[in-house]
């Protein structure tokens, strides 16, 4: 019984943390700060939570983000990105995390583009298809964070730096159902993906940040298009026999309903 209780443990750690850091802590060894750059952090949150948490019982708010996240979750592992945490309504990712990562802006992206449409046909109440489906806003924003353990009791693996609170920023001030870039955001997808399509929302106010030009990702299928031509660039023709998100990819821009979604990341 012992031996399989530390082996469900060891597994938990392992889905939780980066190898490296879990070895750490089962052998007992501090855990040392690493920085990472170039990496890109994605935020997403859900419109109107505070509205849509007084209107469900709280069972029914937790059975909505468990259905939501498992999708999101889902989708994060097939574009090879690492999940940092949930809070409340709010999800976080990273591309560059623990492995270095070319197109790290490109995956999270894409991945945002695939989480807009995972909720948009997720039901906010099962019960009451009424209340209609989930809407999110997503902020992304690349550049340097450091990475360690904090506490001893339920350590978490955070990440600190002010690209985090820059991606936090993009996300506040994303809208609903859209795909908030930064500049830099903006600059590292076009360089990756040359012919992705954005679209200049002039400059903003942002608080804490002054006066920044931000952009929206368009999400169509021919973003999708493009998307494959800068993966094929990046690693070759034969990369859809041998990389998952290209052959993903190639099966087409992800229908709407929950199922379609899911059963084609499935694959």
Do not use: W
């Not at 490109?106 to 489906?133: H, I, Q, W, Y």
Request: with cysteine.
């Amino acid at each position: 019984h012992q031996s399989n209780l530390m082996s469900m443990n060891t597994q938990l750690l392992y889905q939780m943390l980066p190898t490296t850091v879990a070895n750490a802590l089962i052998e007992g060894r501090k855990v040392e700060p690493q920085v990472f750059d170039p990496i890109t952090l994605f935020f997403s949150d859900i419109v109107g939570y505070t509205d849509l948490s007084a209107k469900l019982t709280s069972h029914k708010v937790m059975s909505l983000l468990d259905r939501l996240y498992t999708q999101f979750d889902l989708i994060c592992k097939h574009y090879d990105l690492f999940k940092v945490e949930t809070i409340g309504d709010a999800y976080l990712c990273v591309g560059g995390i623990p492995e270095k990562q070319e197109d790290h802006t490109l995956r999270v992206a894409l991945f945002a583009m695939d989480t807009v449409k995972a909720a948009n046909s997720t039901l906010c109440d099962l019960e009451d298809p009424t209340l209609g489906t989930v809407n999110i806003r997503i902020g992304i924003h690349p550049g340097t964070v450091t990475a360690s353990v904090v506490g001893e009791l339920n350590p978490r693996y955070c990440l600190f730096g002010d690209t985090v609170n820059t991606a936090a920023r993009m996300e506040t001030n994303s809208e609903r159902n859209k795909i908030n870039l930064s500049p830099q955001a903006h600059k590292c997808l076009k360089e990756q993906a040359p012919r992705v399509l954005t679209s200049s929302r002039g400059i903003l106010k942002i608080k804490g940040k002054g006066n920044i030009e931000c952009f929206f990702l368009s999400q169509t299928k021919q973003n999708y298009d493009f998307a494959i031509e800068a993966f094929t660039t990046l690693y070759g023709t034969t990369g859809h026999a041998t990389n998952p998100i290209l052959r993903r990819l190639s099966g087409g821009y992800p229908s709407t309903g929950e199922e379609g979604v899911t059963s084609r990341l499935a694959r």
